[in-house]
């Protein structure tokens, strides 16, 4: 004899044997017991649940010889023929596989057609959700005005795939889940009428992998019933499944909560060698832990799915495990499945999921983060940044930076110098200050900027991205782009940027110290940083050390060494004062003074001592005081073609001291 599938045998054949659909069934057995039948009905629900076996019952209910009634005797011509499909007045139709809109028409078309041997027609079309639109828009039509002799059944798994004009027009079931409970008792109940001996903890097993659906814990029991020799066992389960028992999960649980990383990888290189899914493991896993989740607050919810002999293991690791730490376990290997079934490999993601979860190490707080947040979001708003401060410890002591060269202002302080070839010369007039050069300063590089424990006035990493700076500086205006383009960044410090550029680019830190091309970089920057910082720039030099520039101007020069008395003044020690003299006669302005001058006998402030390493010019405004390297001052001779250039139109050039006629007499 031909052997008949548990599912198929015992699918429903009246409303009484209908498991888990309670409301559905009072519903339509009141409605046929009152002749208050809809024209169409939607059933709606997980694979499994009863779908299809309903709608044959209301069939048959319809459609019995000693119907319309609630409780068809199956034994009439009319069940049977429904039973076996070989009914004229109930098609069932499989949407999935007569999507189209033909179909549909040649569903119409018969719709019509009075019923051959019962009293109703019942359409029923599974999967209606995988209709085409035009096939919906056909279906349709035939809903809104039916023949009274026609029900229509429409079941899927998608509900929401369903127009809802086509919804409105059906009464909607939805079937539920059973619980594992109930599809237990009902597994116990065919193999107790089928005569298959089985455990009851291996009928849980299998009542869990169904996940809800009658039909396939009904297949897994007939296919166990066929692989098992003897009795169902647990053991058989898991073997013919590929699952892992309750002990493994409790071993593996264990190991990554007391940080025993080997002991878990172990776990895991054991299962892989005997040819377990790990995908399927980890879901397993997943689902041991969710159960001791819930123990602790709701233990029916977490017991339910359980069997007698998994419960004291359970139990005992939920009182020692934390909740806080079953939900860390819970949502890393989430994502470590979900990688998987991406196309990861599952092992390597297991593994690494594994060592992250052993590794000991604490959460940061999101309390703490959020605190932080809100401080730099109003501080961002007042202007200011306040100081990073370390999230554990004490704070650290502040040292305050010192102020760079450049931005110093020194008092001025009128100086004297000496007149045209020292004795007998005239007074020369007042100049001012010799601005004291300043001394190399070692500006930070940007990574100390970032990771210093001192004030430091970061509102974004992107927004202190030099590159990025630069780049939209290129967009907006590019010759201004290609002085900064040069410059690294060094440091971001209490509202001060600090830009260097190369020694044999130090033109290029004069041009950047321009007020426009400032103020063009310095409204890039107020966009990100929310202010508009200062800048100070310098120029690297030998050694890797960095000289500040002033705003607008060239690379201030060495400081010469002093004499103590002038180190200790800052001031040239007057001279005697000197005979009077005729005034020189001026000489014409010079243009464009050649290349190679002569080099002249003397220069003004030459032969004077006191003012080691520097010679003064007069101009029009007073005494200049003109910087040269300290080689010139051992023996006050001109060394340099370059510097005769200069000085010559220093001199004779217009607006000079003795072209320009002002302050060439004395």
Known sequence: MKHVSLYRKWRPRTFGTIAGQEPVVRTLARAIETGRVAHAYLFSGPRGTGKTSTAKVLAMGLNCANGPTAEPDGTCESCRAIVNNSSMDVL????????????????????????????????????????????FNALLKMLEEPPEHVVFVLATTEKHKVLPTIISRCQSFDFRRPGVTLLADKLREIAEAEGIEAEPAALTLLAREARGSFRDAEGLLDQLSSFSEGPVTAESVRELLGSVASDVLLETTDALYERRTADALRVVDRLSGEGRDLSRFVGELVAHLRRLMLLPHASEVALAEVGADERAGLEEQAGRIPTAEVVRMIEALGDALSRARRGGDPKLEVELTFLKLARDYE????????????????????????????????????????????????????????????????????????????????????????????????????????????????????????????????????????????????????????????????????????????????????????????????????????????????????????????????????????????????????????????????????????????????????????????????????????????????
């Open 363 to 666: 959460e940061p707080s999101v309390d703490r983060l959020i605190r932080r947040l809100e401080v730099l979001e109003k501080a961002v708003e007042n202007g200011s940044v306040p100081a990073h401060r370390p999230t554990t410890g004490p704070p650290p002591a502040e040292v305050p930076e010192p102020a760079s060269p450049a931005l110093e202002e020194t008092p001025h302080e009128p100086e004297v110098t000496a007149g045209a070839g020292g004795d007998g010369a005239a007074p020369v007039e007042t100049a001012p200050p010799v601005p004291e050069a300043p001394e190399p300063v070692e500006m930070e590089p940007q990574g100390e900027a970032e990771t210093s424990e001192a004030p430091v006035s970061v509102s974004s990493r992107d927004a202190l991205d030099w590159g990025s700076v630069v780049r939209e500086l290129r967009a907006r205006k590019p010759a201004i782009a290609a002085v900064y383009e040069e410059a690294q960044m060094q440091g971001f410090r209490d509202g001060v940027l600090r830009l260097v550029f190369p020694k044999d680019l130090s033109i290029y830190a004069k041009l950047a110290g321009d007020s426009k091309r400032v103020s063009s970089l310095q409204e890039i920057l107020e966009e990100r940083l929310g202010s508009r910082p200062r800048l100070e720039l310098g120029v690297v030099g030998e050694g890797g050390t960095v000289t500040a520039v002033p705003s607008g101007g060239a690379p201030a020069p060495p400081d010469p060494a002093p004499s103590e008395p002038a180190r200790n003044s800052r001031r040239v020690p007057e001279p005697p004062p000197p005979e009077p003299e005729a005034p020189m006669p001026e000489p014409p302005p010079v243009e464009n003074p050649p290349p190679d001058l002569p080099e002249p006998p003397e220069v003004y402030g030459r032969g004077d001592p006191s003012v080691s390493g520097s010679a003064v010019v007069t101009g029009r405004g007073g005494a200049i005081p003109k910087a040269e390297p300290p080689a010139a001052a051992d023996d006050g001779r001109i060394r340099d073609g370059s510097e005769v250039f200069e000085m010559a139109r220093e001199l004779f050039g217009p607006g000079g001291g003795l072209g320009g006629g002002q302050n060439g007499a004395g």
């Open 92 to 135: 069932e139709m499989d949407a999935a596989s007569n999507r189209g809109i033909d179909e549909i028409r040649d569903l119409r078309d018969r719709v019509n057609l009075a019923p051959t041997q019962g009293r109703m027609k019942v359409y029923i079309i599974d999967e209606v959700h995988m209709l085409t639109t035009e096939a």
